[in-house]
């Protein structure tokens, strides 16, 4: 219970730091325009800090994905699990909020992310397929961007797909699972990419997890699911 009251806190302080965070996106714009701009003719720059490269239209907007991911996270209490985690940008963000790290673990697929963690960041992430990689149990299980791509032939295998992987998370998580999802509610559907009705995704999960939040009220096309181990 102690940990719930920690973590209501850290909410209610995380709701602040909103402010705060999109007072520094504007603060620190020349150097978000700058690797905004990068492109791959500009070498290495290009793949250690453009945003395209993970996923994102801008850092900005990737800065402000993980704002709400982490909600309530303290990273001098909380050990992290980062799924699909690329060069590992999670890693500097809670870096620079947090007075000390207690345990980072970062897994994604493609091998090219961890030389560029190693480069960024000098830190070593597990290099092998989710679904099938042993990983150990930390406070928070998270995904940012992982479920965004289509990864099967229908829409029904992606769902079924998707709430397995909830599954996997969900039992890797000593307290919180959090993830973003793409939202089909008034957006563009894009081929190759997977949209769920953030509707859907709350009253599955809320039938099977109980203690679910669906963060729907930071951005036109992406929504943030946490789920609570009480």
């Known amino acids: 219970m102690i940990y719930y009251q920690n973590l209501n806190h850290n909410i209610m302080n995380s709701e602040k730091e909103i402010t705060e965070h999109v007072s520094n996106i504007v603060l620190n714009q020349d150097q978000q325009t700058y ?20 996923g994102y239209s801008s850092e900005a907007e990737q800065q402000y994905m993980f704002l709400n991911l982490l909600m309530g996270f303290d ?12 060069r590992a940008d999670l890693y500097e963000y ?3 909020r947090s007075t000390s790290i207690i345990s980072y673990q970062g897994i994604d ?7 560029l963690a190693k480069q960024k960041y000098n830190i070593d992430i597990i290099n092998d397929k989710f679904e099938t990689a042993k990983l150990k149990n930390a406070d928070w ?22 709430f397995k992987d909830i599954d996997k998370m969900y039992s890797l998580a000593n307290n919180v699972v959090s993830f973003n999802m793409l939202s089909p509610i008034g957006n563009e559907v894009v081929n190759g990419f997977f949209y769920v009705h953030p509707g859907l995704i709350m009253d599955m ?14 951005s036109e096309d992406v929504y943030t699911v946490t789920i609570y181990k009480f």
């Open 205 to 218: 999960l809320i039938e099977k997890y109980r203690y679910v939040t669906v963060k729907n009220n930071y």
């Open 35 to 54: 690797n905004d701009k990068l492109t791959p003719e500009s070498g290495n720059d290009y793949l250690l800090y453009s945003p395209y490269v993970v």
């Open 141 to 162: 299980v998270v995904a940012s961007g992982f479920f965004t791509p289509r990864r099967c032939e229908t829409e029904s295998e992606d769902l079924q797909k998707l």
């Open 109 to 115: 697929h493609n091998p090219n992310m961890n030389d």
């Open 94 to 96: 809670i870096t620079k």
């Open 75 to 86: 990273g001098s209490m909380d050990s992290l699990l980062d799924i699909g985690c690329g």
